[in-house]
């Protein structure tokens, strides 16, 4: 299920101020948040391929919450780009757990990446259920980067942000 946070502007990307007819271009519509129903096939689609059985909730939201989010379960006062919230207790097995992913932050990574924002939003989804199924890229000796990658090759998405990280580290 993905859920759009009332908060976040339903076009994130910067509007054209012409005064003729308003034809958006590639680069305007790369940079506009995807249909809930789109989100929601793909969110389908990868959950299934990642074999995460139970509902899982995307929140698709602003760097504010997001920044509280990660402030209160995380102890990080800052935005972030996506926050995984596995399932616990009773009920654990028809829920597989929640995703906030954060869209200003998400659009940046966009652009700084080349791509559209419905590539990055698809990106963090794919890495949020990583998270959900298991998998901690900052515990593990490479499995969820393994993972990602072969998984990002199927739904032809490109550079994910294990690799993002470890290629700014090497660069440092």
């Known amino acids: ?82 926050l995984s919230f596995p399932a616990e207790g009773i009920g654990a097995e028809k829920i597989a757990g929640d995703l906030a992913i954060s869209v200003p932050t998400a659009l940046k990574q966009a652009i700084d990446q080349g791509h559209s924002l419905s590539t990055e939003i698809k990106i963090l989804i794919l890495h949020g259920l990583l998270h959900l199924a298991g998998y901690d890229h900052e515990a593990d000796t490479g499995q969820m980067a393994r993972r990602e990658r072969q998984l990002r090759a199927k739904f032809n998405l490109p550079q994910g942000l294990i690799e993002r990280t470890s290629a700014k580290v090497k660069r440092l």
């Open 1 to 82: 299920m993905i859920l759009l946070d009332p908060d976040l502007e339903a076009h994130p990307a910067p509007s054209t101020t012409s005064t003729k007819k308003k034809t958006a271009s590639s680069a305007d519509k790369n940079l506009r948040l995807s249909t809930t129903r789109t989100l929601a096939r793909f969110l389908a689609e990868a959950q299934k391929t990642v074999r995460l059985q139970g509902q899982v909730t995307v929140l698709i939201t602003t760097d504010a919450a997001i920044r509280k989010l990660n402030r209160q379960f995380r102890l990080k006062d800052k935005p972030t780009d996506v």
